[in-house]
């Protein structure tokens, strides 16, 4: 069981930055697939960026590349998501995920295990 817990969304500004990060409980974080996940409001969730188990692979959605980077540390048992050039059409709330199964991550969001609570992420001027 891991469980997830999001922090550091708020206001930003377009064109500004912004970091959330994503803390899991347990000894098993290393062993999971991460994953950012959005939702805007009367939207669907959409699929953000994943990282590898071992954090040497990521993977974005194209409206987010170049832009966005995904980092974990294992040590901390964090997983980031630093958010740069932001848009007013990035408001959502994030969602952190953990999968299991997939060593390199999954762009699907059936494929994950655990789920956090979600951090409100707002751009606008």
């Known amino acids: 069981q891991v469980q997830l817990v999001e922090s550091g969304g708020g206001l930003v500004q377009p064109g500004g930055s912004l970091r959330v990060s994503c803390a899991a409980s347990?000894?098993?974080?290393?062993?999971?697939?991460m994953g950012w996940f959005r939702q805007a409001p009367g939207k669907e969730r959409e699929f953000v960026a994943t990282?590898?188990?071992?954090?040497?692979?990521?993977s974005y959605a194209d409206s987010v590349k170049g832009r966005f980077t995904i980092s974990r540390d294992n040590a901390e048992n964090t997983v980031y998501l630093q958010m740069n050039s932001l848009k007013p059409e990035d408001t959502a709330v994030y969602y952190c995920a953990a999968d299991r199964t997939h060593s390199s991550g999954s762009l699907y969001s059936t494929d994950y295990d655990y789920w956090g609570q979600g951090t409100q992420v707002t751009v606008s001027a």
């Open positions: 990282i590898s188990r071992g954090g040497g692979t990521t």
């Open positions: 347990g000894r098993t974080f290393s062993r999971h697939a």
